[in-house]
């Protein structure tokens, strides 16, 4: 199609016999195709082989077989297909990383519905709860990724356009708040409607998770969230084999690979063995509170009863499961 | 048994050994009805913290404290005493009689230094009742299971509490490349 041929469809002109439908452009031939390098490449190679009628496969997809490539959704895999998929990422964070990653799976728990209260009147920015955040879960340090932002607000107001992010010293300072910003788990999660693939979904304990697998890197959910909670990895992510923790969950912690969304997931891996998240643990003033929404007994439980507490972006519709109380 | 005393089984651990017998706390009534069966609280042990702890071994076994109100300038010379109004000193709180140990407003009760929330929920109740469920204080370990609590002294000063000031990590790094905007 020539160079006029293309000037013309731009600006329609009426009453002009229409061109035949064109086919589709490269970009948009590649919208369509998985963003994750392996799927991209095994997808590239498959194309070169359909074009020669039927030739070998094999070329140039060394990085995923058939069966990384044809397997099913993570939800509808039965056991034996996790405990494999499970051993096979173990064994390819050995070859990468050369740390010996314990991966799990965990269910989640009957009767369970996770949540957060975060005391604003005790939070004094110290940004504890977010390198622990980092540490424990795997998250790029080079470029740096975060899923806890701390915002210094002006007392009195919740202006968060005006938030400050990179204060710095002694904390906290004179007339300032602080409001520790993550993912808030939404009941009701836009990212989770925006996805076109399904690779991110609220479990039945109202964590929302991303495969990272499946993930194409549309970057949509990201627009969709209004928490800014999604983040993406823009490059390979980069941390030390030493830094590495080698407690990961396949919904959680695991390594990720390059052009995939991830978030905070109130630290699945370790919520569903009864632990607490990694930010509870560190935050040094007992501002974070995490507990089951369902038990009437919980201290996020006695906390929503009695205390006054705000909701992030409330008129949004969102329902988050993330908390922020005054005392 | 019932699901509350399960709960209820609160033992004062230290780091390994427990200086102390398991000693429930004060107002384990005031706890919600149906407590979780899920949940086993632990208070953390305040004194293997506590520099001079025991105190009459290490000093006042010999040394009687004198309870006079006066200017500390040979011992506890660096402790400034700022609780409130100044109408506060040591026998308010420290059991002369019993070094080792904190007393009651009415003198009549010997408390536990690991069970300062005894101590201060005399006076602080509201605190002392959010506390006691979960809803003030640092706790760690698990949401059920086995829940670490802290006692007040364990993050205040009970000689002059002020608000803590900590240091600030490093504020997040912000690639160039992927936020332009980005103050």
């Not at chain 1, 990653?101 to 519905?113: K, S």
């Not at chain 1, 590495?244 to 990720?256: A, E, H, K, T, V």
């Not at chain 1, 507490?309 to 109380?325: A, K, S």
């Not at chain 2, 706390?25 to 953390?44: C, K, Q």
Request: proline share 7%; aromatic share 6%.
């Amino acid at each position: 199609m020539s160079t006029d041929d293309k000037s013309k469809r731009r600006l329609p002109v009426i009453d002009q016999p229409t061109t035949s439908t064109p086919p589709p452009s490269k970009d948009e031939q590649e919208a369509i195709v998985r963003a994750q390098t392996g799927r991209r490449a095994f997808l590239t190679a498959m194309g070169a082989a359909a074009a020669v009628a039927g030739g070998a496969i094999a070329t140039g997809a060394a990085s995923m077989s058939w069966e990384d490539f044809f397997r099913q959704h993570y939800l509808r895999l039965d056991d034996d297909a996790r405990r494999a998929l499970l051993a096979q990422l173990e064994a390819r964070t050995l070859a990468e990383h050369g740390v010996e990653a314990n991966i799990r799976a965990p269910a989640a728990l009957e009767g369970v519905e996770y949540a957060y209260a975060l005391n604003l009147d005790a939070c004094t920015g110290c940004r504890q709860c977010e390198y622990a955040c980092a540490a424990e879960n795997n998250t790029s340090r080079d470029p740096q990724m975060h899923y806890i932002h701390v915002l210094q607000l002006d007392a009195g107001t919740f202006d968060l356009d005006d938030a400050e992010q990179q204060y710095e010293g002694t904390v906290p300072k004179r007339a300032h708040v602080y409001m520790p910003v993550s993912c808030q788990q939404c009941a009701n999660p836009p990212c989770v409607r925006a996805c076109p693939v399904n690779a991110t979904w609220r479990e039945p304990d109202g964590i929302v998770v991303v495969d990272y697998d499946w993930c194409i890197g549309c970057r949509y959910c990201e627009a969709a969230c209004p928490y800014g909670a999604r983040h993406f990895n823009f490059a390979e992510p980069s941390i030390a084999p030493s830094e590495i923790n080698p407690d990961q969950g396949y919904l959680s912690n695991r390594i990720r690979p390059q052009g995939v969304m991830e978030k905070c997931h109130f630290c699945l891996h370790r919520v569903r063995e009864g632990r607490l998240p990694a930010c509870q643990e560190a935050c040094p003033v007992g501002a974070r509170h995490f507990g089951n929404l369902l038990d009437p007994t919980s201290d996020v439980r006695r906390i929503l009863d009695t205390k006054r507490v705000y909701v992030l972006r409330e008129e949004l519709g969102t329902m988050p499961r993330f908390f922020y109380f005054f005392d | 048994m019932c699901s509350r005393c399960v709960a209820l089984v609160v033992l004062v651990v230290a780091l390994g050994c427990a200086r102390e017998t398991p000693h429930p706390i004060s107002n384990t009534d005031a706890l919600p009805d149906g407590a979780a069966a899920d949940r086993v609280i632990e208070l953390v042990a305040r004194t293997p913290y506590l520099a001079t702890y025991p105190c009459g071994a290490q000093c006042h076994d010999e040394r009687v404290p004198d309870p006079t109100r006066r200017e500390l300038v040979t011992f506890h010379a660096a402790r400034r005493i700022a609780h409130g109004p100044a109408i506060h000193w040591c026998d308010d709180c420290h059991s002369i009689t019993e070094p080792d140990h904190l007393v009651s407003l009415d003198g009549q009760n010997a408390i536990s230094f690991d069970h300062s929330d005894e101590l201060c929920g005399q006076c602080h109740g509201e605190r002392h009742a959010d506390w006691s469920e979960g809803m003030h204080g640092l706790s760690t370990g698990g949401w059920r299971g086995t829940v670490r609590r802290r006692t007040c002294t364990a993050c205040h000063d009970p000689h002059a509490p002020e608000h803590i000031q900590l240091e600030a990590l490093a504020p997040p790094r912000l690639d160039p490349r992927l936020a332009p905007e980005a103050r």
